[in-house]
């Protein structure tokens, strides 16, 4: 108990040292600790919210209306801006749906995001999610052809809100094998260990982004998704180290830092230094 009593104050001194709103929530899988610190909050969730869109996909194909080999047109007119790499490609083009969702996790892929946003519905994203009691999770916008006109002058929060609560409960279905099913948690948590954007909560981590090519073996494996937007920066995933396995979500939201640069920003940085002190004690 000391020591996450300690732990608790190292991170409340960071949040304390942050200009804008920041919350965590972290599950030690292992230990059944946990640390929790303005988690209920609804904050920015950005692009985060995306584990929740792929989470409805298998829902979905568990129901039998997909598979994740489907074949799917993209057309000039489903091509967005902001993240991705679907739109610097010629289009018509086909690809399968598991293409699709790899994509919208692993580069964050806008074009990916509507897609599946408009075929799955953002009705049934947010309604299952508050049948697994996750009442914070908000999808408010599919990034249909209107999606950056609708957002104009709005804040961050115009795209998706969630708590760190929620996130963290969601990827903890996925790490205990129980979201939709055993197989469909392990698809789920492959793809997030793709993720090409682990700067964040793996800022101070003992990471190998290519172990494959690399041959080196690390010490720690990590499945996120993170999202961010001007003055919002966000990321939540499992970390499996060498004496425990667990889940955490941190929030850096209304920040004063005007960078729009990711890594070196003040949210970018905060998300880090609390994941570096919680690898400290649970790592």
Known sequence: MSDLNDLRSNVLGLFNEFSGTASVCANNLTTGDVLCINEKQVLPALSAIKIGIM??????????????????????????GGTGVFREMETPFEVTLKDICMMMIVVS??????????????????????????????????????????????????????????????????????????????????IMGRCQHIEWL????????????????????????????????CDTGLIKSENSDYVITVFASYSKDESLLLCPHEGSRLIGKVSKAVYGVWG
Not at 63 to 74: F, H, T
Not at 135 to 146: A, I
Not at 220 to 227: E, I, T
């Open 55 to 80: 989470a409805e996909l298998f829902f979905q194909i568990e129901e039998g209306k997909y598979n994740l080999l489907d074949r799917v047109k993209i057309n000039g007119l489903d091509l967005r």
């Open 109 to 190: 892929d806008n074009t990916c995001t509507w897609k599946l946003s408009s075929m799955l519905g953002i009705d049934n994203i947010n309604e299952r999610m508050r049948s697994l009691d996750m009442n914070e999770f908000s999808l408010n916008h599919d990034l249909g052809p209107t999606a950056f006109d609708d957002m104009q002058g709005k804040d961050v929060d115009a795209y998706s809100e969630c708590s760190a609560r929620d996130f963290t409960t969601l990827v903890t279905l996925m790490a205990k094998g129980e979201l939709v099913s055993k197989d469909s948690s392990d698809a789920m948590l492959d």
């Open 202 to 233: 793996g800022r101070y981590l003992p990471l190998d982004q290519f172990p494959a090519e690399s041959g080196v073996v690390p010490k720690v494996k990590m499945y996120n998704k993170l999202g961010a937007y001007l003055h919002a920066r």
